[in-house]
T-cell receptor
Framework: AQKVTQAQTEISVVEKEDVTLDCVYE???????LFWYKQPPSGELVFLIR??????QNEISGRYSWNFQKSTSSFNFTITASQVVDSAVYFC????????????FGKGTSLLVTP | KAGVTQTPRYLIKTRGQQVTLSCSPI?????VSWYQQTPGQGLQFLFE???????NKGNFPGRFSGRQFSNSRSEMNVSTLELGDSALYLC?????????????FGPGTRLLVL
């Protein structure tokens, strides 16, 4: 079975602070895909990143960075110098052949950035 | 390129009624997936359609059904609505079967069952 755990339910930070959102996953697939999505209050899920299981290279995109570690089954997301516009719910998701490649989502982490 | 569109955006129904939600994928995308989001259960996969065929199905009762048309537009239907069906229903599209390509989501349809 596949499972994604986002242990942090809510995080509150002050603007310009760095914040890391944790994601731990479980899967029996040897090839799988990891994702992060952002859900603002409007409800739409906005795609942020996709990572293949065979590519452990970390990625940086502007203020966003992702740390993928297969050894610990983690795919953490860091926002540097957070801004109020980063306030949203962030979801980590996993897909693989075990689920027919449907996305298995974590429960999400609600991030509040205050001025 | 236009994103995934869903209609209607908001819907209020009463128990026992049925409802049909529509999803238009990104142009050129042939795979459409549906997800249900509730505060209690989170985001759960309903089903996926590719080339008018249901390719994958989640663990939902038969009251939930869907279909896909030749232009890749998809509809999902919920019959005999229950209070617990109140949720945000999200549609996602991808170029090829989900998993091989990234899924992009629409704004969702908020369904309230009274």
């Amino acid at each position: 079975a596949q499972k994604v755990t986002q242990a942090q339910t809510e995080i509150s930070v002050v603007e310009k602070e760095d914040v890391t959102l944790d994601c731990v996953y479980e899967t029996r697939d040897t090839t799988y895909y990891l994702f992060w999505y952002k859900q603002p209050p409007s409800g739409e899920l906005v795609f942020l990143i996709r990572r293949n299981s065979f590519d452990e290279q970390n990625e940086i995109s502007g203020r966003y960075s992702w740390n993928f570690q297969k050894s610990t089954s983690s795919f953490n997301f860091t926002i540097t110098a957070s801004q109020v516009v980063d306030s949203a719910v962030y979801f980590c998701a996993l897909s693989g052949s075990n689920s027919g490649y449907a996305l298995n989502f974590g429960k999400g982490t609600s991030l509040l950035v205050t001025p | 390129k236009a994103g995934v569109t869903q209609t209607p955006r908001y819907l209020i129904k009463t128990r026992g009624q049925q409802v049909t939600l529509s999803c238009s994928p990104i142009s050129g995308h042939r795979s459409v997936s549906w997800y249900q989001q509730t505060p209690g259960q989170g985001l759960q996969f309903l089903f996926e359609y590719f080339s008018e065929t249901q390719r994958n199905k989640g663990n939902f009762p038969g009251r939930f059904s869907g279909r896909q048309f030749s232009n890749s537009r998809s509809e999902m239907n919920v019959s005999t609505l229950e209070l617990g069906d109140s949720a945000l229903y999200l549609c996602a599209s991808s170029l090829d079967p989900a998993g091989l390509e990234t899924q992009y989501f629409g704004p969702g349809t908020r369904l309230l069952v009274l």
